[in-house]
């Protein structure tokens, strides 16, 4: 089953009157200043913005820019009237795909071209108007017209890349670009499952007849059916074309209705024969499953039961540190009372310089202006100071107490 292609290419000239930063903002439902022209656009208000990212190739590595700077770069840039500011391809994202799909879609293929040409790429999805196909999630992606480069340690815009402008290389560039959109949607296609395969060939080469190919109609075009509720006239002249054709084509199909009635009664067969052999594997692929889901079982109860002992094991060591806590803390209030004791055998004079409290609640440190210990709030640090304040008093104290006077001996001689 064959699918829409739509990988189209364009450049934003401004002899046409595009600008890279407008383009962008509008892309990227962002507000972005134009230094060039002092401009700023807001798109701030513009719905349906489903993704937006700015890339960079490998070569430029661990650097980031933004969005507003990279544009104003690249207008920078180009000198004349009628540059080439930018360039965009505006892919259709397969409709088959879900939505973090389609995003991984685009920023592959964003990075393939990114990488070829060694330039920066601006990439925005939008999701289809309310009053659109809903299965039109489409993707602009803005890439500079020159090469991206480090130069003194700052990334710049330099070589054109004239490699898609020249008559000799566009159109093979032109090729590959088409040919890597297909490789790439089909590649995420076929990992969903799905049958839908997208071809860049004309509908006439893909074997397809009853049908146009289908025709831009323009943003003026989709402006005028949106204000007015009716098709517009490039539409009308198309499915008047198309109908035409068709008409041609049924024509044709009548020949192969026969030949088709006998293909289906073959199909029918072969269906039949497919869903025998798809409930045998059912059947097995159940057993396998059951089995899965017992041994699953098995070792869920293994792992909650590791994780109860390793909860046992920490609630045992939280135990032990509380008990440990609870004995420094009553080590810390012996020592604090032994310290006070002693304070309490000094004489009344020296006694009053520690402060100590009625309740025995706190003590200052007399060689510690303004420092004081609280016996509810153990410091370690601050009880050494105590004990060794409180050793120096006691020294002192027994300093000052009366000493007995010392035996004086005898001179040999007076004893004889």
Not at 56 to 66: D, E, H
Not at 289 to 309: G, H, I, N
Request: hydrophobic letters at 35%.
């Amino acid at each position: 089953m064959s699918g829409i292609f739509h990988c189209s290419m364009k450049i934003m000239s401004r002899s046409k009157g595009r600008n890279a930063v407008a383009a962008a903002a509008y892309r990227a439902g962002a507000k972005l200043t134009d230094h060039r022209k002092e401009k700023t656009h807001d798109y701030t208000r513009k719905r349906g913005v489903i993704y937006n990212e700015v890339l960079l190739p490998k070569s430029i590595p661990l650097v980031r820019i933004k969005r507003e700077l990279l544009w104003n770069l690249a207008e920078e840039s180009e000198k004349r009237i009628n540059s080439c500011v930018a360039r965009e391809i505006q892919i259709g994202l397969p409709a088959e795909l879900d939505r973090q799909s389609q995003i991984q879609l685009a920023r592959q293929f964003t990075k393939a071209i990114m990488e070829r040409y060694q330039v920066a790429a601006d990439l925005a999805i939008h999701e289809p108007n309310k009053k659109g196909d809903q299965r039109n999630v489409h993707a602009h992606i803005m890439f500079t017209t020159r090469q991206i480069e480090m130069v003194d340690n700052m990334p710049a815009l330099t070589r054109k890349t004239n490699e898609l402008d020249s008559r000799k290389t566009g159109s093979q560039e032109t090729h590959w670009i088409r040919q890597q959109w297909e490789e790439l949607a089909n590649e995420y296609l076929a990992a969903t499952g799905s049958t839908t395969r997208v071809d860049r060939r004309r509908l006439k080469d893909q074997g397809i007849e009853d049908r146009l190919p289908q025709k831009h109609l323009g943003v003026a075009a989709i402006a005028i059916e949106r204000k007015t509720g009716e098709n517009s006239r490039l539409r009308q002249e198309w499915e008047t074309a198309n109908h035409n054709h068709k008409s041609l084509y049924d024509q044709y199909t009548a020949k192969l209705a026969e030949e088709a009635k006998a293909k289906r009664d073959a199909d029918a067969k072969r269906q039949a024969d497919q869903l025998a052999k798809l409930e045998a594997e059912r059947q097995a692929e159940a057993k396998r499953q059951a089995d899965e889901l017992a041994k699953a079982e098995a070792e869920r109860l293994a792992e909650e039961r590791a994780k109860l002992d390793a909860q046992r094991q920490a609630e045992a060591q939280q135990l032990q540190a509380q008990r440990a806590a609870q004995a420094a803390l009553a080590k810390w209030d012996k020592d604090y009372l032994a310290c006070i004791a002693q304070i309490q055998e000094f004489p009344e004079q020296n006694r009053a310089i520690f402060q100590v409290a009625p309740d025995y609640s706190s003590v200052a440190i007399p060689s510690k202006e303004g420092k004081r210990i609280y016996r509810n709030q153990p410091n370690p640090k601050n009880l050494e100071i105590l004990k060794a304040v409180v050793g120096k008093a006691k020294q002192f104290v027994e300093k000052q107490q009366p000493q007995p006077p010392p035996q004086q001996r005898k001179r040999p001689d007076l004893e004889r």
